[in-house]
C-alpha cells in the first residue's frame, strides 16, 4: 500500500460510460467526539463490515471536501454545515488501495486501485445519527482502539490509529487529533 502523497492531488483521465459507474477518488470521514470515540457504521451489502463514512465523488469537478460533507449527511444525517467551523479537516493524507475483485464492476473497465483521502469530523458527544438504511444496517460509538479493531478495512484501522496515536504527522494535529 503506497501512502503519504505529496499534496494527495492525482488527475485522472477514465472515460465513464455510464453514471453508474465509480471515480476511483474516494474520501475516508473519521467521524469522532471529544472522549475519543470513533463512529462506525454497518455496511447493509456487507453485514458486519464495519467502518468508517466512505464514498467515491460523484463527478470529477466535485471537491474533496464536497465529497466528504456529502458522504457524511448521505450516511449519517450529521450536516458538516451546523457544526462549529473547522470541525472538519482535510488530514491532507491519502492512500491508494486495490479495489476489492467483487466491487470492480462498478468502475471503469481495467480501473483496480483506488485513491482514498483522509479526512477527520470532530461531533458532539451524543449527536442524533440517522442511518441511510440501503447502506447501513446499524451504528456504533466505540473508542478509538476498539474501533480500529472492529473496521474490515485496513487503511480505515490505519487512519483510526494514525488519528489518535502520537505522533501525529497529520498537518496541524497534536496529541488526541485536536487542532493546534
Known sequence: MKDSYANCIFVYVIPIRS???????????????????????????????????TGSLDSPSESLEGAAVR???????????????GALKNLQHCVEYEIYPKWRH????????????????????????????????????????????????QSNRDAILKFFSPPHDFLGLSKGGSQS
Do not use: M
Not at 471529544?34 to 464495519?50: G, K, Q, T, Y
Open 106 to 153: 462498478r468502475y471503469p473497465p481495467d480501473v483496480d486501485r483506488n485513491t482514498e483521502h483522509w479526512f477527520a469530523l470532530e461531533v458532539p458527544v451524543g449527536i442524533a445519527v440517522q442511518l441511510a438504511p440501503r447502506e447501513h444496517l446499524n451504528y456504533i460509538w466505540l473508542p478509538f482502539e476498539e474501533a480500529a479493531q472492529k473496521c474490515f478495512s
Open 71 to 85: 458522504e457524511v449527511a448521505e450516511e449519517t444525517g450529521i450536516k458538516v454545515q451546523t457544526l462549529p467551523k
Open 19 to 53: 453514471a453508474d459507474l465509480k471515480i476511483p477518488i474516494s474520501v475516508l470521514v473519521l467521524i469522532h467526539n471529544l472522549n475519543h470515540e470513533v463512529l462506525l457504521i454497518e455496511r447493509a451489502d456487507r453485514p458486519d463490515f464495519w467502518q468508517s463514512v
